[in-house]
């Protein structure tokens, strides 16, 4: 990386170079105007490069003919990518100071001054460039990881089902960070099915990564155990054991339906979960409430079921939070808003009554699950 110095007198730009070399700087790039500057940054004409030049500093004069200083840093600034390169003006006046700063200038040397003060505004220039440039490479590789984490996530997210008895679909809609919102659900034989839907408590990585080592093992569990009391336990049991060196509680909220078509039942927990709800074509909607506390607060946990006696045709809707967290409105008065316009629209197709709950979605900050579930009408 070199230091770009710019001036019109041959006479300061032989001084300042010499100085630096002295002070054993060595790549030092000199031209006399602000154009012959643009050349080496690559946006003369007009030009957008992809890449910055390898320039770690300007010394820029104030005043030159053609174009001064304080313009050409302003086109400089223009340019993302030279957002955060530093900027040192020349002059011997400070009448301009205010405005060159407001063109993104980063410091100033007044001419005259001694050699150690242009030295020492050098020295600190170049450190905040190299702080700077280190923070933002930690920054993308930090942001690569976070794509990486967001498509595994989502890669691990069960298929829609569709077969004579129900159809299973859901929505994950994700926010700028990774969350703990997860969806699973298998067909545990021709007449049973297992949906689980969970929130780890917290955001980012550490929300992600618990709730990507319960997911797996969530198939074992939930084909194993098929009852909701007994996968509630097992779940508790094995998140205490997972996270029993952490010195903070690790816990998730769930709702688990059993949903059997031999009994014609579904049995559910809800532990801590905002509650599903059931549309029918008949009567109220049937609410899921909570059954139970959150999964790894305590040692012992309240596994009692509920169940509900499957009225067809109907739909079930589960949700995360960020469904109902409406700005503004309380978490009860956006779960009652949504329900009023659930039941408007649901007698649509699964799919598309999907898309119109997923419109519900007033912002983005929390990562959303939506699983609707359609039970079909009996074949005879």
Same mark, same amino acid.
């Given at each position: 990386?070199?230091?770009?110095?710019?001036?019109?007198?041959?006479?300061?730009?032989?001084?300042?170079?010499?100085?630096?070399?002295?002070? /054993?700087?060595?790549?030092?790039?000199?031209?006399?105007?602000?154009?012959?500057?643009?050349?080496?940054?690559?946006?003369?004409?007009?030009?957008?490069?992809?890449?910055?030049?390898?320039?770690?500093?300007?010394?820029?004069?104030?005043?030159?003919?053609?174009?001064?200083?304080?313009?050409?840093?302003?086109?400089?600034?223009?340019?993302?990518?030279?957002?955060?390169?530093?900027?040192?003006?020349?002059?011997?006046?400070?009448?301009?100071?205010?405005?060159?700063?407001?063109?993104?200038?980063?410091?100033?040397?007044?001419?005259?001054? *001694?050699?150690?003060?242009?030295?020492?505004?050098?020295?600190?220039?170049?450190?905040?460039?190299?702080?700077?440039?280190?923070?933002?490479?930690?920054?993308?590789?930090?942001?690569?990881?976070?794509?990486?984490?967001?498509?595994?996530?989502?890669?691990?997210?069960?298929?829609?089902?569709?077969?004579?008895?129900? !159809?299973?679909?859901?929505?994950?809609?994700?926010?700028?960070?990774?969350?703990?919102?997860?969806?699973?659900?298998?067909?545990?034989?021709?007449?049973?099915? /297992?949906?689980?839907?969970?929130?780890?408590?917290?955001?980012?990585?550490?929300?992600?990564?618990?709730?990507?080592?319960?997911?797996?093992?969530?198939?074992?569990?939930?084909?194993?155990?098929?009852? *909701?009391?007994?996968?509630?336990?097992?779940?508790?049991?094995?998140?205490?054991?997972?996270?029993?060196?952490?010195?903070?509680?690790?816990?998730?909220?769930?709702?688990?339906?059993?949903?059997?078509?031999?009994?014609?039942?579904?049995?559910?927990?809800?532990?801590?979960?905002?509650?599903?709800?059931?549309?029918?074509?008949?009567?109220?909607?049937?609410?899921?409430?909570?059954?139970?506390?959150?999964?790894?607060?305590?040692?012992?946990?309240?596994?009692?079921?509920?169940?509900?006696?499957? !009225?067809?045709?109907?739909?079930?809707?589960?949700?995360?939070?960020?469904?109902?967290?409406?700005?503004?409105?309380?978490?009860? !008065?956006?779960?009652?808003?949504?329900?009023?316009?659930?039941?408007?629209? !649901?007698?649509? *197709?699964?799919?598309?009554?999907?898309?119109?709950?997923?419109?519900?979605?007033?912002?983005?900050?929390?990562?959303?699950?939506?699983?609707?579930?359609?039970?079909?009408?009996?074949?005879?």
């Amino acid at each position: 990386m070199s230091i770009l110095i710019v001036d019109d007198s041959n006479f300061n730009l032989l001084y300042i170079r010499n100085v630096l070399v002295g002070a /054993g700087y060595n790549n030092i790039q000199t031209v006399s105007s602000a154009h012959e500057a643009f050349k080496i940054l690559g946006i003369a004409d007009g030009n957008v490069p992809r890449r910055p030049a390898p320039v770690a500093l300007i010394l820029l004069d104030i005043e030159m003919p053609e174009m001064d200083g304080i313009a050409a840093c302003k086109i400089i600034k223009e340019h993302p990518i030279y957002s955060d390169l530093p900027v040192i003006f020349l002059t011997g006046k400070r009448g301009h100071l205010k405005e060159a700063f407001n063109a993104g200038g980063t410091d100033f040397i007044e001419r005259g001054r *001694p050699e150690y003060e242009l030295l020492a505004r050098v020295k600190s220039a170049l450190h905040l460039k190299r702080e700077t440039d280190i923070r933002k490479n930690r920054e993308n590789r930090l942001r690569k990881e976070l794509q990486l984490a967001k498509h595994l996530q989502k890669s691990v997210l069960s298929s829609p089902i569709d077969d004579r008895n129900l !159809q299973i679909n859901a929505k994950y809609i994700q926010s700028e960070e990774v969350s703990g919102d997860m969806f699973f659900w298998t067909r545990i034989d021709d007449q049973k099915y /297992g949906v689980l839907l969970m929130d780890v408590s917290g955001h980012g990585l550490s929300s992600a990564l618990i709730s990507m080592s319960v997911r797996s093992l969530l198939e074992e569990v939930i084909v194993r155990l098929v009852e *909701p009391s007994l996968v509630c336990e097992e779940l508790n049991k094995l998140l205490l054991n997972l996270f029993k060196n952490s010195k903070h509680t690790v816990y998730f909220t769930a709702i688990y339906l059993l949903i059997d078509y031999h009994a014609n039942l579904i049995e559910y927990f809800n532990a801590g979960h905002p509650p599903g709800v059931i549309f029918t074509n008949e009567g109220e909607p049937f609410h899921l409430e909570v059954t139970t506390i959150p999964i790894g607060i305590k040692k012992e946990i309240n596994s009692a079921k509920k169940s509900w006696l499957i !009225q067809k045709p109907s739909k079930v809707l589960l949700y995360t939070d960020g469904l109902v967290e409406i700005p503004g409105s309380s978490i009860k !008065q956006g779960i009652l808003q949504l329900e009023e316009h659930a039941m408007a629209v !649901q007698n649509l *197709p699964n799919a598309r009554f999907l898309d119109e709950i997923e419109g519900f979605v007033t912002h983005n900050r929390d990562d959303v699950c939506i699983i609707s579930v359609h039970l079909k009408s009996r074949e005879p």
